[in-house]
């Protein structure tokens, strides 16, 4: 059980495209989910939250209007980067918990999206 | 907000060996998590564990939360055991968002 999925695994798009990831918790349904984003050799920094059907919660230093999330049903959210720059490039992780309201969450992991921005 | 540390940042033993991975934090923690991400970047989860002992195989982890301390213990290594093993931690006030400590990168040996 737990199982998320993201879609794609990797993508490669041009400077000024926008990139839509989408991550589905495919056996439970899904109060919260969370997009990180990790760095090579590096930790994974989380971008926001988000819970269905409210507005997410982004971090600070995370640009709200370049990263747009959506979380319309409890087995879906989609995290859209808008005109991609190479910057941007970097593998984005999404997870999911069925836990709210009393704050802890046991989280389960997608795959990752491995995002090239050329 | 919460610092998580983890030791030690790289760990390199032949296969068969037992190791032990730490994770400290500086304060009280509402949940705390020990993740395995494998070489692929897949994080598969091992523990939910804010306090107390679990059992899982050849893992086990122990968290003594009044000494804000977790650790992860694994026996009779294997190759498929390496990797970046990660703890993640959420602290008790309101606004506290979930902290990753940097991992350890276990490397087992053939």
């Known amino acids: 059980g737990a199982v998320v999925s993201q879609h794609p695994s990797r993508v490669i798009c041009k400077s000024g495209t926008s990139v839509k990831i989408e991550c589905r918790s495919l056996?439970?349904?899904?109060?919260?989910m969370f997009w990180y984003r990790q760095f090579p050799k590096q930790s994974l920094m989380l971008m926001a939250t988000?819970?269905?059907?409210?507005?997410?919660?982004?971090e600070q230093g995370v640009e709200k209007d370049k990263f747009l999330i959506n979380h319309a049903s409890l087995t879906l959210s989609t995290l859209t980067v808008t005109s991609a720059h190479p910057e941007d490039s970097s593998f984005y992780i999404c997870?999911?918990?069925?836990?709210?309201?009393?704050?802890?969450?046991?989280?389960?992991f997608g795959p990752g999206t491995r995002l090239t921005v050329t | 907000g919460i610092q998580v540390e983890q030791s030690p940042p790289d760990l390199i033993l032949q296969e068969g060996a037992n190791s032990t991975l730490r994770c400290n934090f500086s304060?009280?923690?509402?949940?705390l998590q020990w993740f395995h991400q494998n070489p692929w970047g897949q994080l598969i989860n091992l523990f939910y564990?804010?306090?107390g002992t679990k059992q899982n195989g050849r893992l086990s982890a122990t968290t003594v939360a009044t000494e804000r301390y977790s650790l992860l213990y694994i026996s009779s290594s294997q190759t498929t055991d390496s990797g970046v093993y990660f703890c993640a931690v959420e602290g008790m006030n309101r606004d506290d968002k979930i902290i990753f400590g940097k991992g350890t990168r276990l490397h087992i040996l053939p």
């Open positions: 988000s819970n269905e059907g409210s507005k997410a919660t982004y």
């Open positions: 304060d009280s923690v509402n949940n």
């Open positions: 056996d439970f349904q899904a109060t919260t």
């Open positions: 997870s999911a918990s069925n836990e709210r309201g009393t704050r802890t969450y046991e989280q389960y």
């Open positions: 564990i804010p306090s």
